[in-house]
Structure formats: C-alpha cells, structure tokens
C-alpha cells in the first residue's frame, strides 16, 4: 500500500503558475505510475496527467496540454505537476493517485488508480 499527500495548491490569479507535489510513502514508489486527476464543483472528477513508473511515458489531457508538465523523482518519493498559464476553469481539487498494474503505459480513467491522495485546492481567479 501506498499514502499520497498532495501539497502546492493556493490561489492564483490567471496567467500564473503553480507547482503541485506528491509526497509517497509506503511501499516502493517506482512501482506506481502516478497521475493527477481534478474535480471542480459539481462536475465529474477527470483525468489531467499521468507519468510511467520510469517516467518515460506521459499523457496530457487536451485541455492542460502545453501549460502542465508532469514529473517525477523516484529517488524522493515525489510526482510533481508545474501548471503554468492558469485559467479560471483550472480551478479543482487535484488530486494525486497511483497505479501499481501499468508498466510503461499510463492509464487515463481513474478507475485505475488504486491509490489516492486527500487533494488540495486549485484557485485561479480571472
């Protein structure tokens, strides 16, 4: 088993930045991939990004793609999401999870995910 706590989020105004991070503890990190996923008031909690265990591979959502970055240090323990160019609509609850079945792929759909964080708070104001 896995513990993920998530740490970074604030209030931002749009056009600013901000570096999520995910602290691991438990068992081995690098046998997880790792995403992040969002949940804005009264919508469907989605998939934002995603890194493979050797961080080879990553996957975007269209809407993030080309402002986020997804990494990670296996070393620390950590997954990171730098989000840069905020909008107003990035606001959510983002959320840190693992995936110990994927290898090299990464998965989207958060059914997948077996392990996740508590979230912390994305405010982007306009």
């Known amino acids: 088993q896995v513990q993920l706590v998530e740490s970074g989020g604030g209030l931002v105004q749009a056009g600013g930045s901000l570096r999520l991070s995910c602290a691991a503890s438990g068992r081995t990190f690098r046998m997880y991939a790792m995403g992040w996923f969002r949940q804005a008031p009264g919508k469907e909690r989605e998939f934002v990004s995603a890194?493979?265990?050797?961080?080879?591979?990553?996957s975007y959502a269209d809407s993030v793609k080309g402002r986020f970055t997804i990494s990670r240090d296996n070393a620390k323990n950590m997954v990171y999401l730098q989000m840069n160019s905020l909008k107003p609509e990035d606001t959510a609850v983002y959320y840190c999870?693992?995936?110990?079945?994927?290898?090299?792929?990464?998965?989207?759909?958060?059914?997948?995910?077996?392990?996740w964080g508590q979230g912390t708070q994305v405010t982007v104001s306009s």
């Open positions: 890194i493979s265990r050797g961080g080879v591979s990553t």
């Open positions: 999870a693992a995936d110990s079945k994927r290898t090299i792929v990464v998965a989207t759909a958060d059914r997948e995910y077996e392990y």
